[in-house]
């Protein structure tokens, strides 16, 4: 597994700037939580970390390979980095399995023989064997949700990239989304998140890291960034929401 580490990553869009010199490293196996109020900059970093967004400056290296450089083709880094959107964007003319075998058919060239053992595998894994044939509007939020962790899944990333995943569920399916991430961070993937879960944070996140106005404003161990932070800023963002 690859180290990632940004190194002074600017982006604006127009004249307002997202993100204003973002120096973060992702060690294999650390799941970092980012936490901070809407418009900090969260989901944009995180698109940019898996080059959704072309960045202004800076640099993204991937086990110390810059794939920040203009003009990367960007699809091998995303088969590296995967990534999981607040909306599912599952297709509702396929069934849950066809939905994530699609990208390894398309872009690995695998069939559907090639996948069937792996993906029905993962689909049992997380608790969704008797949904393989189903199709989304067939599917609770939860489950939808869960089916697109595995088609990212699918893909054998290295790290993970999760954008408020939780936030257009109903509050009853928010743990069963909670519990996969769990399970992840279990056995071993390196993951990002984006959450407003202060509770799952703190219970399980290697780092903490509070954006203020595009700016890590503070970062440490979760029993330090909620129990005794540092900085006003984020003193007063966590007695709003906690």
Do not use: W
């Not at 993962?122 to 199709?135: N, P, T, V």
């Not at 961070?185 to 998140?193: H, Q």
């Amino acid at each position: 597994m690859a180290r990632l580490d940004l190194q002074n990553i600017q982006k604006s869009f127009g004249k307002t700037k997202v993100l204003q010199g973002i120096d973060l490293t992702v060690e294999p196996g650390q799941m970092i939580c980012l936490i901070g109020a809407s418009g900090s900059g969260k989901s944009t970093l995180l698109r940019c970390m898996n080059l959704l967004e072309p960045i202004d400056d800076g640099r993204i290296l991937l086990g110390g390979d810059d794939i920040s450089e203009p003009g990367r083709d960007p699809q091998p880094v995303r088969q590296r980095i995967g990534m999981v959107f607040q909306s599912y964007n599952l297709f509702p003319h396929m069934t849950a399995a066809e939905n994530v075998m699609l990208a390894p058919r398309r872009i690995k060239g695998l069939s559907r023989a090639d996948l069937q053992t792996p993906v029905t595998a993962l689909f049992d894994r997380f608790g969704l064997a008797d949904r393989m044939a189903h199709y989304p509007d067939q599917l609770s939020g939860g489950q939808q949700q869960r089916v697109a962790i595995v088609r990212a899944l699918a893909m054998n990333p290295e790290i993970m990239l999760f954008d408020e995943i939780t936030s257009a569920l109903d509050p009853e399916l928010v743990a069963e989304v909670l519990d996969v991430l769990r399970s992840l961070r279990d056995e071993g993937m390196t993951m990002v998140l984006a959450t407003h879960e202060m509770g799952f944070a703190r219970e399980l996140a290697d780092k903490v890291c509070f954006l203020d106005q595009g700016s890590i404003c503070e970062e440490g161990p979760p029993e330090q960034i909620f129990g005794a932070p540092r900085k006003d800023r984020t003193k007063a963002f966590l007695s709003r929401v906690l």
